[in-house]
């Protein structure tokens, strides 16, 4: 296959989807080899639109060459300009790194920064084939940013973060933006975060996406916690209290009242739609996760979502019991009727709850995360604030999420 006509037809393929969307962007994905960052790689496959795994450990992967889609959106979210310095963190194959160099031209450079040595070879390796110079790669810990460059006009990480470390806010020039994926209460967002003058990080620019996450000292940890003998793992905020994973259980064992919903679901609604309204207005929202493909449980209860899990409502605080999102027909492409079941003493309280917060969702027009406004306040900064569910407390940051319908509160 002719390497360049299908480069052309990815790059053809990514605008009219709106992925790309600017001049300059669409320049970089044209020039730029995507198959020499991909040796071995038929070029049907290394012009596919389509994440490659190019490492695992233990069976899963630890870096991939992300999908030419998602790229293009972070680009446009980045908003490069002739001269930037720019600091990535997550190298992987380079291939990133080398169109954001195409972008930003031999008056700004791009540091890019892997934790795994190897990795950083096999990306120099790339650059070099590619014909690209005037990226700095280095092998090191991107939890502490590189100092060596900074400022940076644009830091941006390819890789999944928990949180915002202070050092890489440390290390952005004024006015300066961040861009990451964040998790955010069981939904993983592209942020782009502006850095303002009074320390605040405000976001104009939320995107779903579902990156690799980060190794080393900024690792996060596993939020999702097996239920015993359900092959069902349940997943809460980490800053939502501990769950008693025996009460859980023995509420999923205790299937009681179906009620249908007014709202149908897609799969996307079920994480980045009202999965994460759900998590940003109700205290006691959870998600549940199938862990083993085989888990039945009543109403096909996993059915739903992308990989196989529902979100759910499981108050700690009141009678003990749970509410889920169900599957009221078999999912199909687009959005399937759905039914909110109820488990245990407790489950009718909490499903009157899940069916009122999905009137609000529908009334609220079917936000999705691309409608909610973010706004991080690092440590030790003063800044207004939200009611109590819209505030994610984070090791090093808060961070405020404002529907279109929500009101700041004055601290
Ligand atoms: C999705 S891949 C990045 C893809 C890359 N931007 C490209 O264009 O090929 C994520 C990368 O993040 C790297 N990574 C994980 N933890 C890291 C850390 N703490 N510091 C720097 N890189 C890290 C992984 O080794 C992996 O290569």
Redesign the pocket.
């Known amino acids: 296959m002719d390497v360049e006509r299908a480069r052309n037809r990815m790059v053809d393929a990514l605008r009219g989807a709106g992925r790309v969307r600017s001049a300059a962007v669409e320049e970089a994905f044209r020039a730029v080899p995507r198959h020499l960052?991909l040796p071995g790689l038929p070029a049907a496959d290394a012009y596919a639109d389509e994440?490659v795994a190019?490492?695992f450990t233990e069976g899963v992967a630890?870096?991939?060459?992300?999908q030419p889609s998602m790229?293009a959106i972070m680009l446009e979210q980045l908003g490069l300009r002739p001269g930037h310095r720019v600091l990535?963190?997550?190298?992987?194959?380079?291939?990133?790194?080398?169109?954001m160099s195409r972008i930003v031209g031999p008056a700004g450079s791009v540091t890019?920064?892997?934790?795994?040595e190897e990795?950083v070879d096999r990306?120099a390796v790339h650059l070099a084939s590619a014909g690209v110079l005037g990226v700095d790669l280095v092998a090191?810990?991107?939890?502490h940013g590189h100092p060596p460059g900074a400022p940076y006009d644009r830091i941006v990480?390819?890789?999944g973060s928990d949180d915002v470390r202070p050092e890489w806010v440390a290390q952005l020039a004024p006015g300066g933006r961040l861009l990451l994926p964040l998790a955010v209460r069981g939904s993983q967002l592209s942020v782009a975060l502006d850095l303002g003058p009074d320390g605040v990080l405000r976001c104009d620019s939320v995107r779903s996406c579902a990156?690799?996450?980060?190794?080393?000292?900024?690792?996060g940890v596993d939020a999702s916690r097996l239920l015993d003998g359900l092959g069902v793992a349940l997943q809460t905020p980490d800053d939502a209290p501990e769950p008693d994973l025996e009460e859980v259980a023995r509420a999923l064992a205790d299937p009681r009242e179906r009620r249908a919903a007014p709202v149908p679901l897609g799969a996307v609604d079920v994480w980045d739609g009202f999965g994460l309204w759900l998590a940003l207005t109700e205290p006691g929202a959870c998600r549940l996760l199938a862990v083993e493909p085989e888990t039945v449980l009543p109403d096909d209860l996993l059915r739903l979502g992308s990989t196989g899990g529902t979100v759910a409502l499981a108050d700690p605080a009141d009678v003990p019991g749970l509410a889920a999102v169900v599957a009221a027909e078999p999912p199909g492409p687009g959005p399937v009727a759905v039914a909110v079941r109820e488990f245990g003493p407790g489950g009718a309280a909490l499903g009157a709850r899940m069916l009122a917060a999905l009137d609000g969702w529908a009334g609220a027009g079917r936000p999705g995360a691309a409608d909610w406004r973010l706004t991080v306040v690092p440590a030790g900064v003063d800044a207004p604030t939200l009611p109590a569910p819209q505030v994610i407390v984070k090791r090093h940051c808060r961070v405020l999420a404002e529907s279109p319908a929500s009101s700041v509160v004055e601290p």
């Open positions: 960052f994440a190019v490492q630890t870096s991939s060459a992300s790229m990535e963190i997550g190298a992987g194959t380079g291939y990133n790194a080398a169109l890019a920064v892997d934790i795994d990795l990306a090191a810990d991107g939890a990480l390819t890789v990156f690799i996450r980060l190794r080393g000292a900024a690792a």
